[in-house]
């Protein structure tokens, strides 16, 4: 189809396409933590959330949906959906694969950003991207985790938690 200038848009290739995603959970006392797919049952306070609060695999699926075009974790897995309730978020992950197998379509490569007043995410660096390369059928080197703080500021400063991503995804040709 031409567009309004006459001129026939790209066809869509075979090859890498991106996708962002962005999410943020708060945190209240007595809620367990989990963090890229890792527990931290040393911490006060966990995620609220539909789920377990996972913000980082959430910010990846999105990430991964969206480099796809196959919608958002909203549509694909509603809060109103009780199939989800407290669900383990690598099971989300697991069924967001699944989709892009459909599609033929794999992860090639992801980098996430976590905004954290605590914990320290360097100590389980290496843990979380095994984790996150292991719910994704790619190796870990595929995978990079960084954490910062906000230095105090905002909710990320004690309130809540925030995790950004990017994700390449491949189709095969
Ligand atoms: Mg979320």
Do not use: C, Q
Request: proline fraction near 7%.
């Amino acid at each position: 189809m031409r567009d309004a200038l006459g001129l026939e848009p790209p066809p869509l290739e075979p090859g890498d396409r991106a996708g962002i995603g962005v999410d943020a959970h708060r945190l209240e006392e007595g809620l367990p933590l989990r963090l890229g797919g890792l527990a931290f049952p040393d911490e006060p306070r966990g995620l609220a959330g539909h789920s377990d609060g996972d913000v980082v695999l959430h910010a990846l699926i999105d990430a991964m949906l969206g480099a796809a075009h196959l919608g958002d974790i909203g549509t694909l897995f509603p809060s109103g959906d009780s199939r989800w309730e407290g669900i383990d978020s690598g099971e989300m992950v697991r069924d967001t694969m699944a989709r892009l197998a459909e599609a033929s379509l794999h992860l090639e490569r992801a980098d996430l950003a976590i905004v954290a007043a605590r914990p320290a995410i360097a100590p389980v660096r290496s843990a979380m991207e095994a984790r996150i390369a292991e719910l994704t059928h790619v190796t870990p080197d595929r995978i990079s985790v960084k954490a910062t703080t906000s230095d105090g500021l905002g909710f990320t400063g004690s309130g809540g938690i925030a995790a950004y991503a990017v994700a390449v995804v491949r189709r095969r040709p």
